[in-house]
């Protein structure tokens, strides 16, 4: 089992930053690929990036790339969500998660957060 908890979240004004965290601990996290997702009211839960297990490869929505940045600190067993320029419409929950694969579909990853709100308002 992977447990996974989110934090950073918050209220911040368009434009503004924040960086999201995600505490993994349970079996050997180093080796999974871990993303975050995010999931507006009514809407469906969207894939928002990826790392690889060694940091080596990331992904990114094309709706957060040159914003948004993913990094992990494997010694620590977390991983990063450096939020840039946020938007209003970045406004949603955010999950991590854990797969043994690598890849955008949130049907590959086997575990999740919690979840950690974000909130840009205009």
């Known amino acids: 089992q992977v447990q996974l908890v989110e934090s950073g979240g918050g209220l911040v004004q368009a434009g503004g930053s924040l960086r999201l965290s995600c505490a993994a601990s349970g079996r050997t996290v180093s080796r999974y690929a871990m993303g975050w997702f995010r999931q507006a009211p009514g809407k469906e839960r969207d894939f928002v990036a990826t790392i690889g297990w060694n940091g080596g490869t990331t992904y990114y929505a094309n709706s957060v790339k040159g914003r948004f940045t993913i990094s992990r600190d494997n010694a620590k067993n977390t991983v990063y969500l450096q939020m840039n320029g946020l938007k209003p419409e970045d406004t949603a929950v955010y999950y991590c998660?854990?797969?043994?694969?690598?890849?955008?579909?949130?049907?590959?990853?086997?575990?999740w957060g919690q979840g950690t709100q974000v909130t840009v308002s205009s």
């Open positions: 998660a854990a797969t043994p694969g690598y890849g955008s579909s949130r049907t590959i990853y086997d575990y």
